[in-house]
């Protein structure tokens, strides 16, 4: 099945700098990755997302770049705020309903 | 515009107990998904219904955990015989008709469960 790995697992950055974090799957047939976001108490919540035939998507602040030959893609957030802190995970998903999550990264935005 | 909604939020129940955790997604939503997540860690697959069919389960559920989704619209997930390391959020989500170019899932609160 597939395997994904998340990197860092924690990150404080300061206030108005960049965060960025990287997952690597295992199986070439994944074609979807999307990014969720966890608030404390919450569930996943989808903030972007990818497919195989797109290298970069940008949304606002944030970015996601794909590169299916090394099997990694990243998560980029530009001038961070303190509510982007949260638990983020990147999953990757060879079918359309399986997703398989990373194992996560708390971001901590220092005011 | 209502979400992903799980009932109950929080259950605590005592070993050897079963447990029975309500999801009811997003309208016109046939695609229903259970997810377990433990601490410290990302969700993990545990099962995905399109309508009422049931059509993919992970061995990560046993023969203690059975979910059903009846008329293709709510999902209940119960768990028989509980068991301490049954202790977890249970996640549900739900996506539209696949279209071939989105594959959304969105997500509930979750029902976080301890077994004593």
């Known amino acids: 099945g597939e395997n994904v790995e998340q990197h860092p697992s924690t990150l404080s950055v300061q206030e108005g700098d960049s965060a960025v974090i990287k997952c690597t799957y295992s199986?070439?047939?994944?074609?979807?990755f999307p990014w969720y976001k966890q608030e404390l108490g919450k569930g996943p919540q989808l903030i972007i997302d990818?497919?195989?035939?797109?290298g970069e998507k940008k949304d606002q602040r944030i970015a996601v770049t794909l590169n299916k030959t090394a099997k990694h893609f990243s998560l980029h957030i530009t001038e961070t705020q303190p509510e982007d802190s949260a638990v983020y995970f990147c999953?990757?998903?060879?079918?359309?309903?399986?997703?398989?999550f990373g194992a996560g990264t708390t971001v901590t935005v220092r005011a | 515009d209502t979400g992903v909604s799980q009932d109950p939020r929080h259950k605590i129940t005592k070993r050897g107990q079963n447990v029975t955790f309500r999801c009811d997604p997003i309208?016109?939503?046939?695609?229903l998904y259970w997810y377990r997540q433990t601490l410290g860690q990302g969700p993990e697959f545990l099962t995905y219904?399109?309508?009422?069919?049931?059509?993919?389960k992970s061995r990560l559920l046993s023969d203690r955990f059975s979910a059903e989704r009846p008329k293709g619209s709510f999902s209940t997930l119960e768990i028989q015989r509980t068991e301490q390391g049954d202790s977890a959020m249970y996640l549900c989500?739900?996506?539209?008709?696949?279209?071939?170019?989105?594959?959304?899932?969105?997500f509930g609160p979750g029902t976080r469960l301890t077994v004593l």
């Open positions: 219904f399109q309508n009422e069919a049931q059509l993919e």
């Open positions: 999953a990757a998903s060879p079918y359309d309903y399986k997703l398989s």
């Open positions: 199986d070439s047939a994944s074609n979807y």
């Open positions: 309208s016109e939503h046939n695609r």
């Open positions: 990818i497919r195989s035939n797109v």
């Open positions: 989500a739900s996506s539209p008709p696949w279209t071939g170019g989105k594959d959304t899932q969105y």
